[in-house]
């Protein structure tokens, strides 16, 4: 587009834009919590980031929307399990993106996915201002995640693809969309973990939705085609860089502690009263488990505190002996079969003397924001085989459990 040309235009869409936001008023949009799973174990951890697409329009739960299908369709292709951070707003541009992740702790995602720019080309946005903005957060990306992550950045889709903006006007900003793809992807192709996809999905006709479940799991298949490769081979990059790391891990250990007290002290849950919401947790996991005990546990300098348990007098155990504080070191499950034969808890207080755990299995949980915090866990004084232990189970009750720590006490 001719640079006075769309300087003539940018009040006209500026005006269109306002008319088109008041339209999108009563369109169901997602109110849970910005956080989805899909079932199983060892899971690959996603942010997707932006607007549009990431908002989930049309629906009532992220679930449903494109982060809980794209969950669903990794998990089909991986087989593992799948945590999806949404961090999305209407009027995000890519500015807006690169504050709001600045106070996010981004190395722990396997996969970043930007959906920016439908507001930029809705706005006619110079092509400087964008690769500018785009630029800076893509650089900051490369920064701060992991050298196995990758950025996946989607095109702008078609915006008189969307049906209140088939317009002239939507036609207008359809070019400058356009435009502004070229550029995103003469961008992504200067970073070397980021990588530029095409996205130009059809849309059905719903006058009252707008999107549909069905949209979103179209949507779903061809980021997954691309997402999926890239996340297994992280996983070897991760496996063949563990050794070099070793010196760098324990460095940023102190740090990494520091991050994850801030966060316990965060929640306020420490030497609170006990909650039924908790309480049926615990007693969930020792039924579907058949153990003995089971409880929901915080990591607080140096003990272990009990937000719940089910068959367990102490309210607390010094970190020393705690097993949950060895959970907490991986992002996945720790089973110990029977604590007698393995090396690292045979001699345990918690072994020898009461409540004499021979069988462990326990399932890190995380802050809001991310940090291991503590355990859901079940044992028993028997041993058992590790290979009867329902892994993706542990999981989602952990998760469960980190739904409610999402809620303040007493929504429940």
């Known amino acids: ?26 369109v169901p949009r997602p109110f849970d919590a910005p956080q989805v799973h899909s079932a199983g174990i060892d899971s690959d951890r996603i942010l997707l980031l ?3 697409p ?8 992220h679930d449903l929307g494109l982060a809980g299908t794209l969950a669903r369709n990794l998990t089909a292709r991986t087989g593992r399990g799948v945590d999806v951070d949404v961090l999305a707003s209407e009027r995000m541009s890519a500015a807006d993106a690169l504050v709001a992740v600045r106070c996010r702790r981004l190395s ?4 970043v996915v930007v959906t920016l720019g439908i507001n930029d080309a809705l706005a006619l946005t110079s092509g400087r201002v964008w690769t500018s903005q785009l630029r800076s957060l893509l650089e900051h990306l490369e920064q701060v995640t992991s050298q196995s992550t990758t950025v996946f950045v989607l095109g702008i889709h078609s915006i008189r693809g969307i049906d209140t903006l088939d317009t002239m006007l939507g036609g207008v900003a359809d070019r400058h969309a356009a435009h502004l793809n070229q550029l995103s992807a003469d961008t992504c192709a200067t970073i070397p973990r980021t990588r530029f996809l095409p996205f130009a999905p059809a849309a059905s006709v719903s006058i009252d939705r707008h999107r549909t479940l069905e949209d979103y799991r179209d949507w779903a298949v061809p980021i997954a085609d691309h997402l999926a490769p890239a996340l297994d081979a992280g996983r070897v990059a991760i496996s063949d860089a563990a050794a070099a790391s070793v010196a760098l891990a324990q460095s940023d250990a102190i740090a990494a502690e520091a991050a994850r007290q801030r966060a316990v002290d965060g929640l306020g849950i420490l030497d609170t009263v006990a909650e039924p919401r908790f309480d049926r947790l615990v007693e969930l996991a020792q039924r579907m488990f058949h153990t003995h005990s089971a409880a929901i546990t915080v990591i607080d300098h140096d003990r272990q505190w009990h937000k719940a348990r089910v068959s367990l007098e102490p309210d607390e155990v010094p970190r020393s002996a705690s097993f949950c504080a060895v959970t907490i070191e991986g992002r996945g499950p720790m089973i110990v079969a029977d ?11 918690l072994v020898l003397g009461d409540p004499r755990i021979r069988f462990y299995a326990g399932f890190p949980i995380e802050s809001p924001s991310g940090e291991r915090i503590g355990a859901l866990c079940v044992f028993d004084p028997e041993p ?3 290979t009867d232990v329902d892994r993706a189970l542990l999981r989602e009750l952990a998760l469960l459990v980190q739904r409610e720590l999402r809620e303040p006490a007493g929504q429940n």
């Open 384 to 386: 058992r085989a590790a």
């Open 1 to 26: 587009m001719h640079e006075i040309i769309r300087l003539m235009l940018v009040p006209v869409m500026h005006v269109y834009s306002v008319v088109v936001e008041r339209n999108f008023r009563s």
């Open 50 to 52: 932006g607007c549009g």
């Open 108 to 111: 722990r995602f396997d996969a």
């Open 339 to 349: 604590a007698l034969d393995d090396e690292r808890f045979r001699e345990n207080p």
């Open 54 to 61: 990431a908002l989930g329009w049309g629906v009532t739960s």
